[in-house]
């Protein structure tokens, strides 16, 4: 293609901007091909992070016919889990100014239990609960003897909390003492049980290279230096092991794209008293920051030999509908470019399919027609240099006509007010003389 022709297609970029030209993107990754029809995924990996906006708003996924296809961006997080029996409710009964006791009955089948649900229809109250349990039924052990439930309602303002948390239980048979004291017994309607627990996800984790590591005796801590190569990516966690146990130490973590202007992220605190209680996780924001400092605090005890550690972040997915054996591209790295909006997000979760197929990613590449672009200026730079020359020539010479254009007006201005005002006075003169 002729060397002109290609710079030309460049300034008609500029002046005619389309949402999407492949020109203005300047990373590439082929999508492995998918052999059914339905709701694909794919990993953003670190070199996607690394040549992307921040924001990820630049990525564009577009197939073999150059049509550009909707996507949405998931995040997999943690999620909660809740599974809710109905119990049998049975001995209901009312002590005068005592306490009202039930019974529940899970079933035979054993269960992990962890929270309870007393249904009312008392709207102004506040009770202290116990919660007992019992694998027979009659031998019972207290679960939890320090639990309220309230609710408070007026015109303006409604609240109530009768739902009991207590630590993952295994029983079959439970007792549920209210204490009403001098209080009216609250009305029971009945019983629900609860398992709930928090589903971790696994998290990715990110290469990195420590550049240095120091004892600052001065300031009593140890620090250390991190460089993750990439940036852009969303870090969750930073995760140290320690040689030694039997510790305590405060731990504050800066984030720099430069290594050199650093700013606080994160603080937490690390610790091994034993086996069940400990913690050597410090969570982060997401920053995005390519280098990290760690500084741990030892104050006047000997610095804990560091044995590993790892850098962490919450995997992100692209979804988007694919067709069998179609080809597709995910296009990244455009500054300029702005956050599509596609409706397929907001369809996405109605959608019925009965497939969906994680595919992979290919090797990044430089966008061809860029490259061709970079090969024409390197080829021929003087062809780009002069028109530029010669644009800001025209535009000084032309501030400078117009300056002194403005000047000469200003001048004759003067020069015209100047001859006004003599022959005023003139005039005047004369009128004294003839009177």
């Known amino acids: ?35 059914i029809e339905g709701i694909a995924r794919i990993k953003i990996d670190v070199e996607v ?12 996924i577009i197939d073999d016919e150059d049509k550009e296809i909707p996507y949405k961006i998931e995040t997999v997080k943690s999620k909660k889990e809740t599974i809710c029996f109905e119990p049998e409710l049975y001995n209901l009964s009312n002590v005068p ?29 506040r009770r202290k609960v116990e919660i007992w349990g019992s694998d027979d039924g009659i031998k019972w052990l207290n679960i939890r003897d320090d639990a309220n439930i309230f609710g408070f309602y007026t015109e303006d303002y409604r609240t109530s909390l009768t739902d ?67 940036k852009n990516i969303p870090e969750k966690e930073i995760k140290l092991k320690f040689a ?29 008293y034993n086996k069940e209680n400990k913690n050597n996780v410090i969570s982060l924001p997401e920053s995005g920051n390519r280098y990290f400092k760690l500084l741990i605090y030892n104050q006047d005890d000997p610095p804990l030999k560091i044995d590993d550690m790892s850098i962490k972040y919450n995997r992100r997915f692209m979804c988007f509908p694919v ?35 994680l595919l992979d990613l290919g090797e990044e590449q430089l966008n061809e027609k860029l490259s061709r672009i970079k090969e024409v200026i390197k080829e021929d730079e003087t062809f780009l240099i002069w028109p530029m020359i010669a644009f800001v020539i025209i535009a000084l010479g032309y501030l400078i006509f117009k300056s002194l254009k403005g000047i000469n007006e200003k001048r004759r201005k003067k020069e015209k007010r100047k001859e006004w005002k003599e022959r005023y006075e003139k005039q005047k003169s004369q009128e004294r003389k003839f009177r």
């Open 1 to 35: 293609m002729n060397k002109r022709y290609v710079l030309l297609l460049v300034f008609i970029a500029v002046i005619v901007k389309a949402d999407f030209s492949k020109m203005d993107w300047q990373y590439k990754k082929q999508i492995g091909v998918s052999d």
């Open 164 to 230: 009991i948390e207590f630590p993952n239980t295994i029983r079959r048979y439970f007792k549920i003492v209210i204490w009403n004291k001098e209080e009216n017994p609250l009305k029971i309607d009945g019983c629900r049980v609860y398992d709930e627990k928090i589903v971790e996800v696994s998290l990715e984790d990110i290469p990195f290279k420590i550049l240095s590591r120091e004892e600052n005796r001065e300031k009593k801590r140890t620090e250390v230096v991190l460089d993750v190569v990439y």
């Open 97 to 125: 100014d005592e306490y009202t006791e039930f019974y529940l009955d899970i079933g035979e089948k054993s269960q992990i239990i962890n929270k309870i649900h007393i249904i009312t229809g008392n709207k102004n109250f």
């Open 244 to 272: 030694s146990g039997g510790y305590h130490r405060n731990v504050w973590i800066y984030g720099s794209d430069d290594a050199e202007d650093w700013k606080l992220l994160s603080s937490g605190v690390i610790y091994m």
């Open 49 to 60: 992070y690394n040549h992307s906006k921040y924001d990820l708003s630049d990525l564009r």
């Open 323 to 357: 067709k069998k054996n179609k080809k597709y591209y995910l296009f990244y790295g455009n500054s300029y470019a702005r956050s599509p909006l596609y409706e397929f997000e907001r369809l996405l979760s109605f959608m019925e399919t009965e497939e969906n197929v």
